[in-house]
Each structure stands twice: as structure tokens, then as C-alpha cells.
């Protein structure tokens, strides 16, 4: 089945600045790849996904990059604010339909500081 | 967007009970949805996916006879955590897909005591 890896564990970042976090996949057929942010015990939220037709895709100060070849995407935020500070995980799926399943990195837990 | 909804938010039971959790999908039809389980400070790990009227098809490790799910109608599945012990204490959250997204609930936090 599919492996997601997913590091940094946790990222401490100045206000303003950008952060990074990277993930990998192993199974090649993945197309997938949704980034979610979740706040302590609330629901995960979609903020950005990307498919295997792309490599990169931007939204404000969010954007997502794709390498299938290397098997691994990463989410890029910019001009970081403390509202950012959530834990942040990536997916990988074979296409989103019904009996196809996310799995998910282990998570980011980042900290903006003012 | 589409709405999935979980009941109960939070829920205590007693050691040796069984617990059950509700997922529905409010304004739409869902012949699929998954269960999750995030234990504190973890990741989500898929526990099993939901089928409307046939077995639901559960990940390897994961106890079909202790944590009974039912999907009975396309917009309601159910979660039953039976004899729960404390160390099934965890976040349980849904998911479904809709129109090639996927909405997750709320959420249902069990503490078993």
C-alpha cells in the first residue's frame, strides 16, 4: 500500500517568513496530493491540492510543487502570520473517488512566532 | 460546499461499554465513507471504509468485531466502539466524497474511563 513520509516534524518560523514542508510517497500510481491544515481538535481543512497533470499551483500565499518522477510534493507558505500556527499534513490518493483512500503523512506541527 | 456531520462531539463511557458515533452526510449522497482514528499529537490513520449496503472493508490491524461499522443508508454510517477500554480513548473523525473532493466531520472525542 501507499507511504507517506512527511518532515519536517516540527517547524518554528519567524513572522514573515516562509515555510516548508516536505513530503514523499511510494506508490507511483498516487495522482493525488491534498494538504490540509487542522487546528487542535477540529476538522482537517483542505487549503491546497494538487494533481498529477501539474507541477506546481499556487493560491495567495500557499502554493504546492509535484515531482513525480522523485515521488515527492511540498508545500511552500509565504510572508508566514501567527495564524498559520496549526499542524499541517499532506495526502496522497489514487484520484478522489469513492473506495479510494487518503493516507496521510505523519504532520507538521508549525509555529509562527510574532 | 458539502456538509458531513459527526454526533456525538464528545462522548465519556464507562470501561466495557460500547460507544456509537454517527457520520452523515447532510446534502448529499455518500455510498463511501471512511473512519479515522488521531490519537494526540499523531497523524490520521484510516481504521476502515464505510459501504453502503455491503461489509465495510477494514485496514490490517484493526479489530472488525471491536469497532462494528454500519452503513445503512447513503447518508448515514456508524461507528460502534464495543467493550472500550481506555486505550480507545482517541479523536474519531468521517470522511466522504463529494463531487471528486473529500469532506471530513467534525470530529468525536471518546474518553473511556
Known amino acids: 500500500g501507499e507511504n507517506v513520509e512527511q518532515h519536517p516534524s516540527t517547524l518554528s518560523v519567524q513572522e514573515g517568513d516562509s515555510a516548508v514542508i516536505k513530503c514523499t510517497y511510494s506508490d507511483s500510481a498516487s495522482n493525488y496530493f491534498p494538504w490540509y491544515k487542522q487546528e487542535l481538535g477540529k476538522r482537517p481543512q483542505l487549503i491546497i491540492d494538487i494533481r498529477s497533470n501539474v507541477g506546481e499551483k499556487k493560491d495567495q500565499r500557499i502554493a504546492v510543487t509535484l515531482n513525480k518522477t522523485a515521488k515527492h510534493f511540498s508545500l511552500h507558505i509565504t510572508e508566514t502570520q501567527p495564524e498559520d500556527s496549526a499542524v499541517y499534513f499532506c495526502?496522497?490518493?489514487?484520484?478522489?473517488?469513492?473506495?479510494?483512500?487518503?493516507?496521510f503523512g505523519g504532520g507538521t506541527r508549525v509555529l509562527v512566532k510574532p | 460546499g458539502a456538509v458531513v456531520s459527526q454526533h456525538p462531539s464528545r462522548v465519556i463511557c464507562k470501561s466495557g461499554t460500547s460507544v456509537k458515533i454517527e457520520c452523515r452526510s447532510l446534502d448529499f449522497q455518500a455510498t463511501t465513507m471512511f473512519w479515522y482514528r488521531q490519537f494526540p499529537k499523531k497523524s490520521l490513520m484510516l481504521m476502515a471504509t464505510?459501504?453502503?449496503?455491503?461489509?465495510?472493508?477494514?485496514e490490517q490491524g484493526v479489530e472488525k468485531d471491536k469497532f462494528l461499522i454500519n452503513h445503512a443508508s447513503l447518508t448515514l454510517s456508524t461507528l460502534t466502539v464495543t467493550s472500550a477500554h481506555p486505550e480507545d480513548s482517541s479523536f474519531y473523525i468521517c470522511?466522504?466524497?463529494?463531487?471528486?473532493?473529500?469532506?471530513f466531520g467534525e470530529g468525536s472525542w471518546l474518553t473511556v474511563v
Open positions: 470522511s466522504a466524497i463529494n463531487r471528486g473532493a473529500i469532506y
Open positions: 495526502a496522497a490518493s489514487i484520484e478522489v473517488a469513492a473506495g479510494n483512500k487518503l493516507t
Open positions: 464505510s459501504n453502503e449496503g455491503s461489509k465495510a472493508t477494514y
